[in-house]
T-cell receptor, first 114, second 113 residues
Framework: DAGITQSPRHKVTETGTPVTLRCHQT?????MYWYRQDPGHGLRLIHY???????DKGEVSDGYSVSRSKTEDFLLTLESATSSQTSVYFC?????????????FGEGSWLTVV | AQTVTQSQPEMSVQEAETVTLSCTYD???????LFWYKQPPSRQMILVIR??????QNATENRFSVNFQKAAKSFSLKISDSQLGDAAMYFC??????????FGTGTRLQVFP
């Protein structure tokens, strides 16, 4: 945790609807990350941010967008949810490798798309 | 792109025994960090140990130690005196110049009494 909260923690939504997951951190970390966790795949990086309004794609970014307008918030949006996006989503935050190099994780958000 | 491979989907160990979890990675970078994370059934991600690539000495944290072989791009985790509370998913992870944190697919460790 280390001051990282995700909301909502659980959500059921219908196919085709937009969904936004929020990650909020209180420790002024520069880097923030969104992952999805699926059986047999571990944690796969969706998007990450290296500063306010600075984001980059991860390995599974299709169908997802992100925004970071403030240091403390990193939003993950599914523009039109599909069943393949049913997953557990983790947010993480941390500093550069020269500044402690510890990445802290939120508790996860369970998303079910029906 | 960097990749992390964990070839053991599941491992088991008897309580008080020692077990080693394997991890290999692929990178062309010379300056990077490697991590082992533990994920118990609660799904909380817990940092177990980390290794800096430029340090030749293997990292140790209590019962947890690593065998870092930079030339072979290998980073295994040894758990000594295994305890029931060590049962969890274990993930190997890489952090390089882009500061992305890349994970392997994980190894599920079972501990038997």
């Amino acid at each position: 945790d280390a001051g990282i909260t995700q909301s909502p923690r659980h959500k059921v939504t219908e196919t085709g609807t937009p969904v936004t997951l929020r990650c909020h951190q209180t420790e002024n970390h520069r880097y923030m990350y969104w992952y999805r966790q699926d059986p047999g795949h571990g944690l796969r990086l969706i998007h990450y941010s290296y500063g306010v309004k600075d984001t980059d794609k991860g390995e599974v970014s299709d169908g997802y967008s992100v925004s970071r307008s403030k240091t403390e918030d990193f939003l993950l949006t599914l523009e039109s949810a599909t069943s393949s996006q049913t997953s557990v989503y983790f947010c993480a935050a941390g500093d550069s490798r020269s500044m402690g190099n510890t990445i802290y994780f939120g508790e996860g958000s369970w998303l079910t798309v029906v | 792109a960097q990749t992390v491979t964990q070839s053991q989907p599941e491992m088991s160990v008897q309580e008080a025994e020692t077990v080693t979890l394997s991890c290999t990675y692929d990178t062309s970078e010379s300056d990077y960090y490697l991590f082992w994370y533990k994920q118990p059934p609660s799904r909380q991600m817990i940092l177990v140990i980390r290794q800096e690539a430029y340090k030749q000495q293997n990292a140790t944290e209590n019962r947890f130690s690593v065998n870092f072989q930079k030339a072979a791009k290998s980073f295994s985790l040894k758990i000594s005196d295994s305890q029931l509370g060590d049962a969890a998913m274990y993930f190997c992870a890489y952090r390089g110049n882009t500061d992305k944190l890349i994970f392997g697919t994980g190894t599920r460790l079972q501990v038997f009494p």
